[in-house]
């Protein structure tokens, strides 16, 4: 694999076999020359809503984050760099809408856990203005380090980064990696 310089590229590690797996590999790897995988990088995941992560990890919400902490706390201590996702954090599938706090705390562990960047995603894709609106406000209220944060973008009205909270009551977000701004006059708040 071509290796572009700035690039990350972030393997998704579910668990600590997982993580396992990849260091086993990286070791193998960096006996190669020349090094063929760039295997610097790590992103762990889980979700706001328990119905969605016993689905997608048959674990809790509360279950996946002690399992992550070791996972984190691991690669951490093998010099990899930790990513965080957190899915279904507008509504989930199984249980409607999810509270913007229920967010935060799960968000908060994560870079209590290392994560250096955390995403925030719309998994299923019903983010408004004003539910995005009202989950970036209870971030910011928070006090969550929104310069390290960023977001999915699969609702039209989810594709604010965190990076900035400039009027954030009216639906704008600046960004230095990118930028939209939800327009006043959306009929879909």
């Given at each position: 694999?071509y290796?572009?310089?700035?690039?990350?590229y972030?393997?998704?590690v579910?668990?600590t076999?997982?993580?396992e797996?990849?260091l086993?590999l990286?070791?193998?790897?960096?006996?190669?020359t020349?090094?063929k995988?760039?295997?610097?990088?790590?992103?762990?995941?889980?979700?706001a809503?328990?119905?969605?992560?016993?689905?997608?990890?048959?674990?809790?919400?509360k279950?996946?984050?002690?399992?992550l902490?070791?996972?984190?706390r691991e690669?951490?201590?093998?010099?990899l760099?930790?990513?965080g996702?957190?899915?279904t954090?507008i509504s989930?599938?199984f249980?409607?809408?999810?509270?913007p706090?229920?967010?935060t705390?799960?968000t908060?562990?994560?870079?209590?856990?290392?994560?250096?960047?955390?995403?925030?995603?719309?998994?299923?894709?019903?983010g408004?203005?004003?539910t995005?609106?009202?989950?970036?406000n209870?971030?910011?209220?928070?006090g969550?380090p929104?310069?390290?944060?960023?977001?999915s973008?699969?609702?039209?009205?989810f594709?604010l980064a965190?990076n900035?909270?400039?009027n954030?009551?009216?639906?704008?977000?600046?960004?230095?990696?990118?930028t939209?701004?939800?327009?006043?006059?959306?009929?879909t708040?």
């Open positions: 694999m290796r572009r310089p700035g690039v990350s972030p393997l998704l579910p668990n076999k997982g993580l797996a990849l086993a990286r070791e193998a790897d960096e006996a190669a020349p090094r995988l760039p295997l610097n990088e790590i992103a762990i995941f889980t979700a809503s328990d119905s969605f992560s016993k689905a997608n990890t048959n674990n809790t919400v279950g996946s984050l002690s399992s902490r070791e996972v984190a690669a951490r201590d093998a010099g760099k930790v990513r996702y957190v899915s954090v989930c599938p249980e409607g809408p999810i509270a706090s229920r967010v705390d799960v908060r562990e994560l870079f209590e856990m290392g994560c250096y960047e955390v995403s925030l995603g719309d998994t299923i894709g019903t408004t203005k004003s995005v609106v009202a989950l970036l209870e971030v910011t209220r928070q969550l929104l310069d390290k944060m960023a977001v973008d699969k609702a039209p009205f594709g965190v900035g909270t400039d954030l009551s009216t639906g704008s977000c600046k960004s230095n990696r990118f939209r701004t939800l327009q006043s006059n959306d009929s708040t």
